[in-house]
């Protein structure tokens, strides 16, 4: 089925771990994003990609460093983990700006950094 | 202050009962608008999306913006069980390259 597509759904990381989470699309998208689910807060951007190759910053963007190397994958790194990293990150990917009937959202990673 | 405020609930109604959901922002340069439905441990979902001001229909669904007042409803009519769920409103900027700004989200529950 086409949609977008998170690596792995659920992770426990010790304090100082680094990992990376994979954010998958087929459906030849330009535009990518990561946010990160926090209760009261609502969905607030870490980084994003407006084509292969590009990245900037979103709103959150400490302690994360992402990369698009390939069109269709968004990376998202954590170096070393803090427990304020705990969150449910949602990838988003989007045809383009403004189209969003044709905008759509992974179905999450849960992170718990202990 | 948030840019966009929305009330966390919970909200719970009885099934057959009119949902009003809102927001309030305060950036001027947001020009589309969307409501999310997003079930428990699942991503959140398109569920109506509205460019600018007006009203826009879909089923039971009714989406209202208001850019002179800063607000945006979302009516859900004859509620169902299969309506519990919880509700992000989100809005972006004509220039944001896509960036949505989200609110906190309310949480519905339709009761049988």
């Known amino acids: 089925n086409a949609g977008v597509t998170q690596t792995p759904k659920f992770r426990v990381l010790k304090t100082g771990q680094s990992m990376t989470l994979l954010c998958a699309q087929d459906?030849?998208?330009?535009?990518m994003y990561w946010y990160r689910q926090d209760p009261g807060m609502g969905l607030r951007l870490i980084h994003y990609s407006v084509g292969e190759g590009t990245t900037a910053k979103g709103e959150v963007p400490d302690g994360y460093n992402v990369s698009r190397l390939k069109k269709q994958n968004f990376l998202l790194g954590l170096e070393s983990a803090a427990p304020s990293q705990t969150s449910v990150y949602f990838c988003a990917s989007s045809y383009s700006p403004g189209v969003w009937t044709e905008a759509f959202f992974g179905q999450g990673t849960r992170l718990t950094v202990v | 202050q948030k840019e966009v405020e929305q009330d966390p609930g919970p909200l719970s109604v009885p099934e057959g009962a009119i949902v009003s959901l809102n927001c309030t922002y305060s950036?001027?340069?947001?020009?589309?608008f969307m409501w999310y439905r997003q079930y428990s441990r699942k991503g959140p979902e398109l569920l109506m999306y509205t460019y600018s001001s007006g009203n826009k229909e879909d089923g039971r669904f009714t989406a209202q913006v208001d850019k002179s007042s800063k607000y945006i409803s979302l009516f859900i009519r004859d509620s169902q069980p299969s309506d519990s769920a919880t509700y992000l409103c989100a809005m972006s900027a004509m220039d944001s390259w896509g960036k949505l700004q989200f609110g906190a989200g309310t949480q519905v529950v339709v009761t049988p």
């Open positions: 950036n001027s340069a947001f020009q589309y």
């Open positions: 459906m030849n998208h330009e535009y």
